[in-house]
């Protein structure tokens, strides 16, 4: 099968654009992840709900995510880059106009998963645009140009949202992605380059699909039990997850194009990547949303002063971006992945002494340490995940990764919430639910250790030559 390049691009401007029109969309999408969290006191009372209940604003958002992931890139090739990109944004837009119009948290998670079906198919088309249009020699810059709005909107995000929540109103949240979904639609229309669609596109792995989305809606669920509007507890979720799990498996064994083909967990690496990023993500996922909640419930703060004070984590992972190369090294990928994992977990149950009379300059120490050591930890974890695929599995391994990451964001927030009920009542003082949470998850990140003791010790090595910036 030969590989389908596209057309040239006829106008320049449309080449020289399309970096921008990609940002665009990851910026709406990466700001929308994290302007929302600081918000959810401030909706909850809005809507006259629970604001330890408001997690399902968020899972909603991710799960779908998470679901619609891996047919992102069979919907691009059968339908089109340009024309599934557009689509994509404009799906986005509509569900946030609709969650700025929710007048109660129902409506407001049915809106989500419209954003979320919107999200998982806008950023991996727009990228997949990037890698086709560009020359090799100019495929990293524009690459890196399209990912540098990830670092800055989990950076500005939580403070604009306390700005919006303190001088108008939550639902601004969404109402901004209405001009520039606009603005990304009408670019798109005149500049985006339009590679056409592959005529030697295999089949999409329906059965794959819907084995893989029992797996991940029953694992994202499952925290929850009785408490959903489903015929089933805790215990059935586990079961059905567990089944549809082993059936895939069982089914891919026998398939001749299976969603993910079982030849990726031959890789070690990949193998093992996988796994201890499953249940340290679980961890660590979740302190961007039990974070805004205990600075407001817990310490009083109002939304925009939850939102400052957590700038320092985002100026943390930023800062720590350089310091992984030369890491990765000197130390390799396991080494690295140890002692880092480690740090993490540290850093996760030492947000447990966040009290009411813990001076500010530790919560700022403590929030920048834990964004250094997270940010490195997402970078070890995605490198040697991905360091040791062929060319042939690169783009199910991709698509595998970033599935489990949203993923692992939702089972995270579920978890966190279910963790927080469960110490509400014999906790003591507005934080101690939220302290026991944060001990818990910080062990279950610690645990993950035991993963990465099985890569190999070479790994990484000499994968970044001394002064390589990743």
Not at 10 to 20: I, K, M, Q, S, V
Request: glycine fraction near 10%; charge should be positive.
């Amino acid at each position: 099968m030969t590989e389908q390049r596209p057309p040239p691009c006829n106008a320049p401007a449309g080449l020289r654009l399309l970096p921008w029109l990609v940002s665009i969309a990851f910026f709406m999408q990466m700001l929308d992840g994290s302007i929302l969290n600081t918000a959810l006191p401030a909706i909850a009372e809005n809507l006259d709900a629970d604001p330890l209940r408001m997690h399902y604003v968020v899972i909603s958002y991710l799960l779908t995510s998470a679901l619609v992931i891996p047919a992102s890139g069979f919907l691009s090739d059968r339908f089109g880059i340009r024309r599934v990109f557009i689509l994509s944004i404009i799906v986005f837009t509509v569900g946030s106009g609709l969650c700025a119009a929710a007048s109660d948290v129902q409506q407001l998670a049915a809106a989500r998963v419209l954003q979320g079906v919107g999200g998982a198919v806008m950023v991996p088309a727009g990228r997949l645009a990037v890698l086709l249009a560009f020359p090799r020699e100019k495929l990293a810059d524009a690459l890196s140009f399209v990912t540098l709005p990830g670092l800055i909107g989990p950076l500005f995000g939580p403070a604009v949202g306390g700005m919006l929540v303190a001088y108008a109103s939550w639902r601004w949240i969404f109402l901004i992605n209405l001009p520039v979904g606009l603005l990304g639609v009408i670019l798109s229309l005149r500049y985006m380059p339009d590679p056409g669609v592959r005529a030697d596109r295999e089949r999409f792995d329906g059965i794959g699909f819907v084995l893989i989305a029992l797996f991940m809606a029953s694992a994202t669920l499952c925290p929850e039990g009785s408490q959903l509007p489903l015929p089933m507890d805790a215990p059935a979720l586990v079961a059905v997850g567990s089944v549809a799990l082993a059936a895939y498996v069982v089914y891919a064994l026998r398939s001749s194009r299976p969603l993910f083909r079982p030849a990726l967990f031959a890789i070690r690496n990949f193998r093992v990547g996988i796994a201890g990023s499953f249940f340290c993500r679980i961890g660590f996922n979740s302190a961007p949303f039990l974070t805004p909640l205990l600075l407001q419930l817990g310490l009083g703060y109002t939304p925009m002063q939850a939102g400052l004070a957590m700038l320092p984590v985002g100026i943390g992972a930023i800062a720590a971006k350089r310091w992984v190369p030369g890491l990765l090294h000197r130390c390799g990928f396991r080494r690295m992945l140890i002692v880092n994992t480690l740090l993490v977990g540290i850093c996760l149950a030492g947000y447990a002494c966040i009290t009411p009379g813990l001076p500010r300059l530790l919560i700022v120490v403590l929030f920048f340490a834990m964004g250094a050591a997270s940010s490195m930890q997402f970078t070890g974890m995605n490198a040697v995940t991905l360091i040791d695929l062929p060319k042939s599995l690169s783009a199910e391994g991709n698509s595998l990764l970033s599935a489990i990451m949203q993923l692992t964001m939702g089972i995270g927030v579920a978890l966190a919430a279910k963790l927080l009920e469960i110490f509400k009542e014999p906790a003591d003082g507005p934080t101690g639910a939220f302290q026991y949470t944060y001990v818990t998850l910080g062990a279950l990140t610690v645990l993950s250790v035991i993963f990465f003791y099985r890569l190999n010790d070479d790994t990484g090595v000499t994968a970044s030559p001394p002064g390589h910036r990743l």
